[in-house]
């Protein structure tokens, strides 16, 4: 009977120890799968932040070319005495439209400069035009304190009026004049903004520099 009684203890524990280790075993391969998704997840993150960077350099790279191409094209547009000349409405309605939300425009020579922080005749000078009409889009606003600053006058709102075009309102043009030391000067400034702006807008505007010494350009439509 005491034999019998020891097989049945020693079967007991074999048991215990079976199951034990089962445990252990399931247990173990639980954590490695911990690991392994943990693992899978990480590469998963770098792959997609790599995808990303990547997409990003790509965009970043396209528009540096279709940038560089535009200014090829219009150097040699000006060489073959092309005139930039559009009418208010397409100004307003497609390069400024396009421009604030981010479409792509076949050609577009209307370069970007920080307009109210530069002197006219520094701006003049840096863009020689024989017109004598410059067309920048700009983000900055009249008189605003710039980091560099180049203007010892300020800019004058004469005047503001709604801007349609093919029978709806697409903006308002404003008719600024540059003062320095008390008087007016011959710079001028019509600024074209979009009116309703669109929600996505990155808030450009469109501003038209030119001597009204040398041009006749009138701002009444």
């Not at 391969?29 to 693992?39: F, P, R, T």
């Not at 000349?85 to 421009?99: A, I, M, Q, W």
């Not at 076949?106 to 863009?127: G, M, R, W």
């Not at 004598?132 to 560099?148: A, D, G, I, L």
């Amino acid at each position: 009977m005491v034999k019998i009684a020891k097989n049945k203890s020693s079967i007991s524990r074999e048991k215990k120890n079976g199951k034990s280790t089962a445990v252990t075993d399931k247990k173990g391969k639980e954590k490695k799968k911990q690991e392994y998704e943990v693992l899978y997840n990480r590469l998963k993150e770098e792959h997609e932040k790599n995808h990303r960077e990547w997409v990003l350099k790509e965009m970043v790279y396209q528009e540096r070319l279709k940038k560089i191409q535009n200014e090829k094209l219009t150097k040699r547009f000006v060489e073959l005495g092309y005139v930039f000349s559009p009418t208010e409405g397409k100004l307003v309605d497609y390069y400024l439209r396009n421009k604030n939300l981010c479409n792509p425009m076949d050609l577009c020579p209307i370069e970007e400069v920080d307009v109210y922080a530069n002197h006219p005749q520094t701006l003049a000078e840096k863009h020689p035009n024989e017109a004598q009409v410059w067309y920048f889009f700009t983000r900055s606003r009249p008189n605003e304190v710039q980091e560099v600053h180049d203007v010892r006058g300020q800019w004058v709102t004469c005047d503001k009026i709604d801007l349609f075009y093919q029978g709806e309102k697409v903006g308002v043009k404003l008719l600024l004049e540059y003062c320095e030391g008390g008087h007016k000067s011959e710079y001028k400034i019509i600024e074209y903004q979009l009116d309703p702006a669109p929600e996505s807008s990155e808030n450009w505007f469109i501003c038209k520099l030119y001597n009204g010494g040398c041009v006749d350009v009138h701002f009444q439509p």
